[in-house]
């Protein structure tokens, strides 16, 4: 059973920063993706990185743009969010996910981290 561990979340100002962390049970390298997702509360669940099991090709949804970055640590099967600049528009549960093949569907969700920015 594949295991994904979000951590990271917690109260941060506006403007300020965080970096969440999905730690793997099981090789990130050798899957097409993984991705971090958001629900912020009454709202669909969105995707809002992306990032390909190699490392390479990181996507960004347009909110989010310029001050998250995703990356990847294949030595220790996590992938990190690192979060800048933050808003409160920003507040939600954050989740990781893996795509084991390219065009399935996202699997194997973690329990969630949540992000809260207030002042």
């Known amino acids: 059973q594949v295991q994904l561990v979000e951590s990271g979340g917690g109260l941060v100002q506006p403007g300020g920063s965080l970096i969440l962390s999905c730690a793997s049970s099981?090789?990130?390298?050798?899957?097409?993706?993984m991705g971090w997702f958001r629900q912020a509360p009454g709202k669909e669940r969105e995707s809002i990185a992306t990032?390909?099991?190699?490392?390479?090709?990181?996507y960004y949804v347009d909110s989010v743009k310029g001050r998250f970055t995703i990356s990847v640590d294949n030595a220790n099967n996590t992938v990190y969010l690192q979060m800048n600049s933050l808003k409160p528009e920003d507040t939600a549960v954050y989740y990781c996910?893996?795509?084991?093949?390219?065009?399935?569907?996202?699997?194997?969700w973690g329990q969630g981290t949540q992000v809260t920015v207030s002042s």
């Open positions: 990032i390909l099991g190699s490392g390479d090709r990181p």
């Open positions: 996910a893996r795509q084991i093949r390219r065009f399935a569907a996202w699997s194997d």
């Open positions: 099981v090789s990130i390298f050798s899957i097409n993706a």
